[in-house]
């Protein structure tokens, strides 16, 4: 198993770019989730989904938009980078039969560095 | 709400102990914690919830004072790979599907 996949793992973008972060797991497992971290943030969660087709937002959406088409894939995206998006993203998923991940480890991708100009 | 970590950082030598607490000012049902090296992804340490239960690794041990919503983790007879910055998550109730993490504390085990 690959475990939890991010692409890319750095990128640049200017103002006003958009761009999409790719995330994958190959674990079937249905809780997947975005978080960003900042230095001296901790993780804060983005967007957060429960199983295909169902998606919704957490501590800080704005800004960002994702779908889940599959059980597999959780693409984040970013309409309008802004300075502020300069952060590291981290994709996480969990299994559990209610899709929390109040019972269940979180395994976290590896991460992209994201940097806006 | 984001949980608060307290230290913000400790510096060990090998073979010493320490406490690293986390608490939140609204009711808690779960609290997670996870250790981030340097560059790379977190990774799960435990679990710990309302009533009781607990999942985690053998080597590491936590507890969860309900009535405070306080978390502290133990790092006992440290080890140079104990390194690294400890995260705190926490879930209002079951199913929330949220975890808010905090602050991080930073751990540093000297030879």
């Known amino acids: 198993n690959a475990g939890v996949t991010q692409t890319p793992k750095f990128q640049v973008l200017k103002t006003g770019q958009s761009m999409t972060l790719q995330c994958a797991q190959d674990m079937n497992h249905e809780y997947m989730s975005w978080y960003r971290q900042d230095p001296g943030m901790g993780l804060r969660l983005i967007h957060y989904s429960v199983g295909a087709g169902i998606t919704d937002q957490g501590e800080v959406p704005n800004g960002y938009n994702v779908s889940r088409s599959t059980t597999e894939d959780f693409p984040l995206r970013l309409l309008s980078a802004a300075p502020s998006q300069t952060s590291v993203y981290f994709c996480?998923?969990?299994?559990?039969?209610?899709?929390?991940?109040?019972?269940?480890?979180?395994?976290f991708g590896p991460g992209t560095r994201l940097t806006v100009l | 709400q984001q949980p608060v970590q307290s230290p913000q950082a400790v510096i060990l030598r090998e073979g010493e102990d320490a406490v690293i607490n986390c608490s939140s000012s609204?009711?808690?049902?779960?609290v997670h914690w996870y250790r981030q090296k340097h560059g790379e992804a977190p990774i799960f340490l435990m679990i710990l919830l309302k009533g009781g239960e607990q999942k985690g690794h053998d080597k590491i041990s936590a507890s969860f004072n309900e009535k405070k919503q306080q978390s502290s983790l133990y790092l006992t007879a440290s080890q140079l790979s104990y390194s690294g910055t400890y995260f705190c998550g926490t879930e209002r109730w079951s199913n929330d599907y949220k975890l808010s993490f905090g602050a991080g504390t930073t751990v540093t085990v000297r030879a």
């Open positions: 609204k009711a808690l049902y779960s």
């Open positions: 996480a998923s969990s299994s559990g039969t209610s899709g929390a991940p109040s019972y269940n480890e979180q395994f």
